[in-house]
């Protein structure tokens, strides 16, 4: 699972002591759960916890069944529509969302609500009648107390077809448009819908990098964990299975959202986020010489400043769950983070710092 990398680099913000430096947390697909535990102050033990400890052992959870199993695909992609049962989708997300978030390894609700009165966490998702990034917040009226937030996350992570086939239907920044909630572009076969609620999937099809959500709240400033290595090509779904054959499973009554994906809209966005990314990191969050004089810069031009993996470290699958390689995940995305933002003359590198850490 590659949000490891990324859950590393938010232990490494968390240990440099700069996470109040950030007035706003967004977080799509896994970035969510990332998101969520840094606003909750969560340290490098419940990183640890979280990710090699919990999501390795679900079969010790639910009765020796794994929350994530690619062979569960054969019922999807049978020729007769299967009768969907809980056990039935590639990703069981009540597992990570419901038994880790919420009764292994909860997320401190009481630390989550003071700190998001003054840091919000935005939970992004996909919107099915908005066709576009949808922002799930308090503000928002999109959750209130911790199982709200865990349906938030959910929907962020859910992987259409891979994670089931039935949308997760949550109010958010669309309802404010109620123009936008697109209900004709759907088939005739969704008969109807709650006002002002949608159904969301997956942040991936229209957002997979939050930024631009980050820069329509009115941020100047963003800073962009990345899990993905530079330099290396952009990863590509096998053969178009997902696009052509798993997401339809679920998106069929929602032409425009499936048509997107089956053009490979989504991959698109992804390229094109990596390009202006790497553009902007070259400028760096301000100028060297405002830097130098401890001063914001006066310029109105928002800033971009993206932190990855280098091109000569591994690629976390997506579908990784040995405790050794998420341990990898973890470590290479502290380890990156905390070199690029903490103090240059600070004694310790990130690698000894990981070491003391893990």
């Given at each position: 699972?590659?949000g490891?990398?990324?859950?590393?680099?938010?232990?490494?913000?968390?240990?440099?002591?700069?996470a109040?430096?950030?007035?706003?947390?967004?977080?799509?697909?896994?970035?969510?759960?990332?998101?969520?535990?840094?606003?909750?102050?969560?340290?490098?033990?419940?990183?640890?916890?979280?990710?090699?400890?919990?999501?390795?052992?679900?079969?010790?959870?639910?009765?020796?069944?794994?929350?994530?199993?690619?062979?569960?695909?054969?019922?999807?992609?049978?020729?007769?529509?299967?009768?969907f049962?809980?056990?039935?989708?590639?990703?069981?997300?009540?597992y990570?969302?419901?038994?880790?978030?919420?009764?292994?390894?909860?997320?401190?609700?009481?630390?989550?609500?003071?700190?998001?009165?003054?840091?919000?966490?935005?939970?992004?998702?996909?919107?099915?009648f908005?066709?576009?990034?949808?922002?799930?917040?308090?503000?928002?009226?999109?959750?209130n107390?911790?199982?709200?937030?865990?349906?938030?996350?959910?929907?962020?992570?859910?992987?259409?077809?891979?994670?089931?086939?039935?949308p997760?239907?949550?109010?958010?920044?669309?309802?404010?448009?109620?123009e936008?909630?697109?209900?004709?572009?759907?088939?005739?076969?969704?008969?109807?819908?709650?006002?002002?609620?949608e159904?969301l999937?997956?942040?991936?099809?229209?957002?997979?990098?939050?930024?631009?959500?980050?820069?329509?709240?009115g941020?100047?400033?963003?800073?962009?964990?990345?899990?993905?290595?530079?330099?290396?090509?952009?990863?590509?779904?096998?053969?178009?299975?997902?696009e052509?054959?798993?997401?339809?499973?679920?998106?069929?009554?929602?032409?425009?959202?499936?048509?997107?994906l089956h053009?490979?809209?989504?991959?698109i966005?992804?390229?094109?986020?990596?390009?202006?990314?790497?553009?902007?990191?070259?400028?760096?969050?301000?100028s060297?010489?405002?830097?130098?004089?401890?001063?914001?810069?006066?310029?109105?031009?928002?800033?971009?400043?993206?932190?990855?993996?280098?091109?000569?470290?591994?690629?976390?699958?997506?579908?990784?769950l040995?405790?050794?390689?998420?341990?990898?995940?973890?470590?290479?995305?502290?380890?990156?983070?905390?070199?690029?933002?903490?103090?240059?003359?600070?004694?310790?590198?990130?690698?000894?710092?990981?070491?003391?850490?893990?």
């Amino acid at each position: 699972l590659r949000g490891s990398v990324t859950a590393g680099m938010a232990c490494a913000i968390n240990d440099l002591g700069v996470a109040d430096a950030f007035d706003l947390v967004l977080g799509s697909s896994a970035g969510s759960i990332v998101g969520s535990y840094l606003v909750a102050r969560a340290d490098h033990r419940t990183t640890y916890q979280f990710f090699c400890n919990y999501l390795t052992t679900s079969k010790n959870h639910l009765n020796g069944t794994s929350w994530l199993d690619i062979s569960r695909l054969t019922k999807l992609l049978s020729p007769i529509r299967p009768d969907f049962s809980p056990k039935s989708p590639v990703m069981l997300l009540e597992y990570p969302m419901k038994h880790i978030m919420q009764e292994l390894l909860p997320l401190n609700w009481t630390v989550f609500e003071r700190n998001n009165k003054h840091q919000p966490m935005k939970v992004i998702a996909s919107g099915l009648f908005s066709q576009g990034p949808v922002i799930l917040g308090t503000e928002e009226d999109s959750f209130n107390d911790l199982s709200s937030l865990c349906d938030c996350i959910k929907a962020s992570c859910m992987l259409p077809g891979i994670a089931g086939i039935q949308p997760i239907w949550i109010k958010g920044s669309s309802s404010r448009d109620p123009e936008n909630l697109k209900q004709g572009e759907v088939s005739d076969s969704l008969a109807s819908f709650v006002p002002e609620v949608e159904p969301l999937v997956d942040a991936l099809v229209y957002e997979p990098i939050p930024y631009r959500s980050a820069l329509s709240s009115g941020c100047s400033h963003v800073l962009v964990l990345r899990s993905y290595p530079d330099g290396n090509l952009m990863p590509k779904s096998l053969l178009g299975i997902f696009e052509r054959l798993i997401a339809p499973k679920c998106l069929d009554p929602f032409p425009k959202v499936k048509k997107h994906l089956h053009d490979a809209g989504h991959s698109i966005i992804y390229a094109k986020d990596i390009l202006l990314l790497n553009q902007q990191a070259s400028k760096g969050l301000v100028s060297n010489q405002a830097a130098d004089e401890g001063r914001q810069e006066e310029e109105t031009d928002p800033r971009l400043f993206a932190i990855a993996p280098l091109d000569v470290d591994d690629v976390i699958s997506q579908l990784a769950l040995d405790r050794n390689v998420l341990l990898a995940g973890i470590l290479q995305g502290f380890v990156r983070a905390y070199d690029i933002l903490g103090d240059p003359s600070r004694s310790l590198t990130g690698a000894e710092r990981a070491i003391d850490l893990f």
